[in-house]
């Protein structure tokens, strides 16, 4: 069975780093890209950018690039989501997603998100 | 960005209704538009793609077409299962950009 699978919730304080993941299983980590999608009441969802394993190709979007940063671990079918200086704006759910085939497809595998909240 | 404009942002229905939701993008871009149902608490779920291909495992009174800038989500016969929130999203270009949801709510 294809899946993601997110590390759990996050409570962090403005200025702290995170990093959180999503562990690919199923399938062939080096051939898909991988997905990052905020989700906010206000803002509803946003594509933050995406990742090619094989390569580490990032395309970030331009709302988040310098924001975060996008990594993956082959070795482990890892890939992981960083912030250097949380804010309370990164207060959110982040979900990992896996496109159907090109990094520009729709997403068909979902991870079922972290919530990281942000607060002093 | 290509902006994708969802509505109504809220719809009433009862069991049995048929279902219509748009989604216009600000510029013209084939038929590269998927669209996803969430319920609360889960993760969104794919639909459609390519604007009118029906993802595996999903119920065929689901259907999406359109092409260009205008594309519609049809539910032929709403069923208890399908009230949640519904989006579209451009997959045609990054960055990839979604639209602002659609309620449906039992009526």
């Known amino acids: 069975e294809v899946q993601l699978v997110q590390s759990g919730a996050e409570v962090k304080k403005p200025g702290e780093s995170l990093k959180i993941s999503c562990k690919a299983s199923?399938?062939?980590?080096?051939?898909?890209?991988i997905g990052w999608v905020r989700q906010t009441p206000g803002k509803g969802l946003e594509w933050m950018g995406i990742i090619y394993p094989g390569d580490s190709d990032v395309r970030y979007s331009p709302s988040f690039q310098g924001q975060v940063t996008m990594s993956a671990d082959k070795s482990i079918s890892t890939a992981f989501l960083q912030w250097d200086s949380l804010k309370t704006s990164d207060t959110a759910m982040y979900y990992c997603?896996?496109?159907?085939?090109?990094?520009?497809?729709?997403?068909?595998?979902w991870g079922q998100g972290t919530m990281v909240t942000v607060s002093s | 960005d290509i902006q994708m404009t969802q509505s109504p942002s809220s719809v009433s229905a009862s069991v049995g209704d048929r279902v219509t939701i748009t989604c216009r993008a600000s510029?013209?871009?084939?038929?590269?538009l998927a669209w996803y149902q969430q319920k609360p608490g889960k993760a969104p779920k794919l639909l459609i793609y390519?604007?009118?291909s029906l993802q595996s495992g999903v119920p065929s009174r689901f259907s999406g077409s359109g092409s260009g800038t205008e594309f519609t989500l049809t539910i032929s016969s709403l069923q208890p299962e399908d009230f949640a929130t519904y989006f579209c999203?451009?997959?045609?270009?990054?960055?990839?950009?979604f639209g602002g949801g659609t309620k449906v709510e039992i009526k």
């Open positions: 510029q013209g871009f084939g038929s590269w």
């Open positions: 390519a604007a009118s």
């Open positions: 199923g399938y062939s980590f080096t051939s898909f890209w």
């Open positions: 999203q451009q997959a045609n270009s990054f960055p990839l950009t």
């Open positions: 997603a896996r496109p159907r085939s090109s990094g520009d497809d729709a997403f068909d595998v």
